[in-house]
């Protein structure tokens, strides 16, 4: 028997206990490989120190960074029936629905605030990627009828944040029926003149970037983020076409006049507030 081993290391081992490693230390950056350590990534806003790659950011935190909570109210969105089309794919939507609400501990993809940027008081919507990829459903598209209705009601600007893999497929045609359903709501404003505008972020993509996304009176995005409709290999199959590498990228659809401004995280609130205070 070695008596180290067996009898002393353990005993040792007990009286200094090796504290928990948290997992997720280190980021790799997809774009230059850095290796980002998590407390410097969050400190930096979740944007690469070396080439200012932007990692996608929780709404939760876009919230922090944008508004203060004493002047952000939540405006509760309208209670609607879950499953119309009683979906089932390798689980049940409405157990889709249930875990998502859990995790997030919100009822859909979707926040609506009453809040101010600046010294301007907003109507603010943002998507939320992390529940079902922000999918876009009857709760979503009702959301930002209620958003622009209440706009229009307190006469000032809407602003919507982005970041959604489109229309939500458990609810089939329905889904698909929010894209009239949200261009309508936007050309209420249009006609009653209450500005509108939309900020895309990582990633905008399928029937949101097909509707309301792209119909801002100034639209904005984030560095480097994907906006599209159909994926880049998907087109790319499909015309049978090598296409440019930034192809789909904020900066090149501002290139091609889709896009009013392209900023950093960091200027993202003062170049809001700047536009806001010029068009009101």
């Not at 509760?76 to 998502?100: A, G, M, Q």
């Not at 990633?203 to 639209?219: E, Q, R």
């Amino acid at each position: 028997m070695n008596w180290l081993t067996n009898f002393v290391k353990p005993k040792l081992s007990a009286l200094v206990k090796r504290k928990d490693v948290p997992e997720n230390l280190w980021q790799n950056c997809p774009k230059c490989g850095s290796m980002i350590h998590h407390k410097d990534l969050r400190e930096n806003l979740n944007v690469c120190n070396s080439c200012n790659h932007h990692f996608r950011m929780s709404v939760e935190d876009r919230i922090n960074l944008l508004f203060a909570k004493e002047d952000t109210i939540e405006i509760k969105l309208d209670k609607i029936s879950d499953d119309p089309l009683n979906f089932t794919d390798k689980k049940k939507y409405k157990d889709r629905l249930k875990e998502y609400r859990k995790k997030t501990k919100k009822d859909d993809a979707f926040i609506l605030l009453e809040t101010k940027i600046g010294k301007s008081k907003i109507i603010c919507g943002l998507m939320n990627f992390a529940f079902m990829g922000g999918s876009m459903g009857r709760a979503v598209g009702g959301a930002i009828v209620k958003g622009a209705k209440t706009a229009l009601e307190k006469k000032c600007p809407f602003v919507i944040f982005t970041s959604s893999g489109g229309a939500r497929m458990q609810e089939g045609i329905i889904s698909l029926m929010q894209m009239p359903r949200t261009v309508a709501a936007v050309e209420l404003l249009n006609q009653n003149k209450i500005p509108y505008l939309v900020v895309l972020t990582e990633p905008t993509t399928g029937g949101v970037t097909a509707s309301f996304a792209m119909l801002g009176d100034i639209t904005i995005a984030e560095q480097g983020s994907t906006i599209g409709f159909a994926g880049k290999r998907v087109i790319q199959d499909t015309i049978r076409e090598e296409l440019p590498i930034d192809f789909q990228k904020a900066e090149y659809l501002k290139e091609h006049g889709m896009v009013d401004i392209v900023c950093h995280r960091k200027d993202l609130k003062n170049n809001l507030a700047t536009v806001i205070n010029h068009i009101t």
